[in-house]
Protein backbone atom coordinates (compact mmCIF):
# COMPACT_ATOMS: atom_id res chain seq x y z
CA UNK A 1 0.00 0.00 0.00
CA UNK A 2 2.67 2.32 0.57
CA UNK A 3 4.79 1.42 -2.15
CA UNK A 4 5.63 3.63 -5.71
CA UNK A 5 6.71 1.20 -8.16
CA UNK A 6 8.92 3.08 -10.79
CA UNK A 7 10.25 1.70 -14.39
CA UNK A 8 11.96 1.29 -16.22
CA UNK A 9 15.34 0.87 -13.82
CA UNK A 10 17.58 1.92 -16.76
CA UNK A 11 16.86 3.99 -20.07
CA UNK A 12 19.41 4.98 -22.95
CA UNK A 13 17.69 7.75 -24.91
CA UNK A 14 19.71 9.59 -27.88
CA UNK A 15 20.19 13.03 -27.60
CA UNK A 16 17.60 15.05 -28.60
CA UNK A 17 14.76 12.28 -28.04
CA UNK A 18 12.04 12.27 -24.99
CA UNK A 19 12.61 10.87 -22.27
CA UNK A 20 9.74 8.69 -20.21
CA UNK A 21 9.81 7.04 -16.46
CA UNK A 22 6.80 5.92 -14.94
CA UNK A 23 6.18 5.54 -11.43
CA UNK A 24 2.45 3.96 -9.84
CA UNK A 25 1.41 3.87 -6.76
CA UNK A 26 -2.00 2.00 -3.98
CA UNK A 27 -2.22 4.36 -1.30
CA UNK A 28 -4.86 7.03 -2.71
CA UNK A 29 -4.39 9.44 0.25
CA UNK A 30 -1.18 10.27 -1.38
CA UNK A 31 -1.57 13.91 -2.38
CA UNK A 32 1.69 15.27 -3.56
CA UNK A 33 3.61 13.47 -5.96
CA UNK A 34 7.66 15.10 -6.80
CA UNK A 35 10.52 13.68 -8.69
CA UNK A 36 14.22 14.39 -7.57
CA UNK A 37 17.49 13.93 -10.00
CA UNK A 38 20.06 12.72 -8.35
CA UNK A 39 24.35 12.96 -9.82
CA UNK A 40 26.82 11.05 -8.97
CA UNK A 41 28.06 11.82 -5.50
CA UNK A 42 25.48 13.92 -4.95
CA UNK A 43 22.45 14.22 -2.89
CA UNK A 44 19.15 14.28 -5.22
CA UNK A 45 17.42 17.71 -5.74
CA UNK A 46 13.83 18.52 -6.46
CA UNK A 47 13.32 18.62 -10.00
CA UNK A 48 9.70 19.29 -10.23
CA UNK A 49 6.37 18.33 -8.25
CA UNK A 50 2.77 17.84 -8.62
CA UNK A 51 -0.79 17.37 -6.69
CA UNK A 52 -3.57 15.46 -7.53
CA UNK A 53 -5.79 18.17 -8.59
CA UNK A 54 -3.95 18.80 -12.21
CA UNK A 55 -3.03 16.18 -14.64
CA UNK A 56 -0.54 17.75 -16.55
CA UNK A 57 2.70 19.91 -14.79
CA UNK A 58 5.14 21.38 -17.31
CA UNK A 59 9.00 23.20 -16.41
CA UNK A 60 10.97 23.77 -19.00
CA UNK A 61 11.73 20.61 -20.77
CA UNK A 62 10.09 18.36 -17.62
CA UNK A 63 6.83 17.07 -17.39
CA UNK A 64 4.91 15.20 -15.07
CA UNK A 65 1.84 13.65 -16.20
CA UNK A 66 -0.81 12.16 -13.40
CA UNK A 67 -3.28 9.72 -14.05
CA UNK A 68 -5.15 10.10 -10.71
CA UNK A 69 -7.56 6.97 -11.99
CA UNK A 70 -4.98 4.49 -13.14
CA UNK A 71 -3.14 6.00 -9.97
CA UNK A 72 0.05 6.29 -12.24
CA UNK A 73 2.53 9.53 -13.01
CA UNK A 74 5.27 9.65 -15.04
CA UNK A 75 8.31 12.25 -16.07
CA UNK A 76 8.50 13.30 -19.65
CA UNK A 77 12.11 14.86 -20.88
CA UNK A 78 11.63 16.78 -24.10
CA UNK A 79 14.81 16.98 -25.95
CA UNK A 80 17.13 15.05 -23.72
CA UNK A 81 20.52 16.33 -23.87
CA UNK A 82 23.40 14.33 -22.40
CA UNK A 83 23.41 16.91 -18.92
CA UNK A 84 20.40 15.24 -18.24
CA UNK A 85 22.19 11.50 -17.33
CA UNK A 86 21.44 11.25 -13.82
CA UNK A 87 19.36 8.88 -11.61
CA UNK A 88 15.80 9.91 -11.37
CA UNK A 89 13.51 9.15 -8.74
CA UNK A 90 9.78 9.37 -8.15
CA UNK A 91 8.26 10.11 -4.94
CA UNK A 92 4.84 10.04 -2.90
CA UNK A 93 3.20 11.42 0.43
CA UNK A 94 0.87 12.73 2.19
CA UNK A 95 -0.53 14.77 5.05
CA UNK A 96 2.86 14.78 7.33
CA UNK A 97 3.85 11.36 6.00
CA UNK A 98 7.36 10.65 5.09
CA UNK A 99 8.27 10.19 1.29
CA UNK A 100 8.22 7.12 -0.14
CA UNK A 101 10.66 6.71 -2.85
CA UNK A 102 10.78 4.87 -6.18
CA UNK A 103 13.53 2.57 -6.99
CA UNK A 104 15.27 4.79 -9.45
CA UNK A 105 16.05 5.19 -12.94
CA UNK A 106 18.96 5.64 -14.62
CA UNK A 107 18.84 7.63 -17.45
CA UNK A 108 21.95 7.74 -20.01
CA UNK A 109 21.78 10.02 -22.69
CA UNK A 110 23.89 9.37 -25.68
CA UNK A 111 25.41 12.09 -27.84
CA UNK B 1 23.45 30.54 0.59
CA UNK B 2 24.78 27.31 1.96
CA UNK B 3 22.98 23.93 1.26
CA UNK B 4 22.96 21.03 3.68
CA UNK B 5 26.81 20.65 4.91
CA UNK B 6 27.51 16.87 5.74
CA UNK B 7 30.96 15.22 7.23
CA UNK B 8 33.22 12.96 6.33
CA UNK B 9 31.96 12.62 2.84
CA UNK B 10 33.49 9.14 3.02
CA UNK B 11 34.68 6.93 5.87
CA UNK B 12 36.45 3.28 5.47
CA UNK B 13 36.01 1.58 8.96
CA UNK B 14 36.01 -1.61 10.70
CA UNK B 15 33.20 -3.76 11.41
CA UNK B 16 32.24 -3.35 15.08
CA UNK B 17 34.00 0.07 15.36
CA UNK B 18 32.00 3.47 16.13
CA UNK B 19 31.26 5.83 13.34
CA UNK B 20 29.92 8.96 13.34
CA UNK B 21 27.99 11.43 10.80
CA UNK B 22 27.06 14.87 11.28
CA UNK B 23 25.27 17.23 8.91
CA UNK B 24 25.07 20.99 9.38
CA UNK B 25 20.89 21.73 7.98
CA UNK B 26 20.27 25.58 5.79
CA UNK B 27 19.91 28.20 8.37
CA UNK B 28 16.06 28.66 9.19
CA UNK B 29 14.97 24.97 8.52
CA UNK B 30 13.40 23.20 11.05
CA UNK B 31 12.84 20.12 9.68
CA UNK B 32 15.92 17.78 9.53
CA UNK B 33 15.92 14.27 8.27
CA UNK B 34 18.51 11.25 7.83
CA UNK B 35 18.06 8.86 5.00
CA UNK B 36 19.91 5.24 4.27
CA UNK B 37 20.76 4.97 0.74
CA UNK B 38 21.96 1.69 -0.83
CA UNK B 39 23.52 1.64 -4.47
CA UNK B 40 20.79 1.56 -6.82
CA UNK B 41 18.21 2.33 -4.38
CA UNK B 42 15.88 5.08 -3.47
CA UNK B 43 16.09 7.05 -0.16
CA UNK B 44 15.16 5.43 3.52
CA UNK B 45 13.66 7.66 6.16
CA UNK B 46 15.82 6.74 9.26
CA UNK B 47 15.04 9.77 11.37
CA UNK B 48 12.73 12.81 11.19
CA UNK B 49 13.71 15.99 13.60
CA UNK B 50 11.24 19.08 13.97
CA UNK B 51 13.16 21.78 15.62
CA UNK B 52 15.23 19.07 18.35
CA UNK B 53 12.71 16.94 18.54
CA UNK B 54 12.89 12.99 17.41
CA UNK B 55 9.08 12.97 15.63
CA UNK B 56 9.92 9.96 13.58
CA UNK B 57 12.31 7.37 14.78
CA UNK B 58 10.09 4.51 13.77
CA UNK B 59 12.70 3.10 10.72
CA UNK B 60 16.22 3.74 13.11
CA UNK B 61 17.53 0.37 14.38
CA UNK B 62 17.92 1.53 17.73
CA UNK B 63 19.94 -1.36 18.85
CA UNK B 64 23.24 0.14 17.39
CA UNK B 65 22.17 3.65 15.72
CA UNK B 66 21.61 6.80 17.95
CA UNK B 67 20.90 10.34 16.53
CA UNK B 68 20.86 13.64 18.30
CA UNK B 69 19.80 17.08 16.96
CA UNK B 70 21.41 19.50 19.63
CA UNK B 71 19.62 22.96 19.78
CA UNK B 72 17.45 21.90 16.95
CA UNK B 73 20.20 22.91 14.17
CA UNK B 74 23.21 20.69 13.81
CA UNK B 75 22.93 16.89 13.96
CA UNK B 76 24.68 13.60 14.61
CA UNK B 77 24.01 9.94 13.62
CA UNK B 78 26.02 7.20 15.14
CA UNK B 79 26.45 3.73 14.31
CA UNK B 80 27.94 1.45 17.21
CA UNK B 81 29.07 -0.80 16.51
CA UNK B 82 28.92 -1.20 12.60
CA UNK B 83 28.00 -4.40 11.01
CA UNK B 84 28.78 -4.83 7.31
CA UNK B 85 25.53 -4.46 6.07
CA UNK B 86 25.61 -0.73 7.16
CA UNK B 87 27.79 0.04 4.05
CA UNK B 88 25.55 2.85 2.42
CA UNK B 89 25.09 6.74 1.72
CA UNK B 90 24.07 8.32 4.85
CA UNK B 91 22.04 11.34 3.52
CA UNK B 92 20.89 14.35 5.55
CA UNK B 93 18.16 16.73 4.49
CA UNK B 94 16.59 19.66 5.69
CA UNK B 95 13.41 21.72 4.84
CA UNK B 96 11.77 24.74 5.99
CA UNK B 97 8.97 22.98 8.04
CA UNK B 98 7.56 19.35 8.13
CA UNK B 99 4.92 19.77 5.46
CA UNK B 100 4.36 16.85 3.09
CA UNK B 101 5.28 19.24 0.11
CA UNK B 102 7.94 21.46 1.68
CA UNK B 103 10.92 21.03 -0.74
CA UNK B 104 13.59 18.61 1.28
CA UNK B 105 17.13 19.69 0.57
CA UNK B 106 20.32 16.79 0.22
CA UNK B 107 23.47 17.53 1.36
CA UNK B 108 26.03 15.17 -0.47
CA UNK B 109 26.11 12.14 1.74
CA UNK B 110 28.61 10.40 3.54
CA UNK B 111 30.00 7.17 2.04
CA UNK B 112 29.85 4.54 4.67
CA UNK B 113 32.46 1.37 4.07
CA UNK B 114 32.35 -1.24 6.51
CA UNK B 115 35.27 -3.67 5.90
Known amino acids: QQQVKQSPQSLIVQKGGISIINCAYE??????FPWYQQFPGKGPALLIA???DVSEKKEGRFTISFNKSAKQFSLHIMDSQPGDSATYFC??????????WGAGTKLIIKP | EAGVVQSPRYKIIEKKQPVAFWCNPI?????LYWYLQNLGQGPELLIR????????DSQLPKDRFSAERLKGVDSTLKIQPAELGDSAVYLC?????????????FGPGTRLTVL
Open chain 2, 93 to 105: ASSLTSGNTDTQY
Open chain 2, 27 to 31: SGHNT
Open chain 2, 49 to 56: YENEEAVD
Open chain 1, 27 to 32: NTAFDY
Open chain 1, 50 to 52: IRP
Open chain 1, 91 to 100: AASYSNYQLI
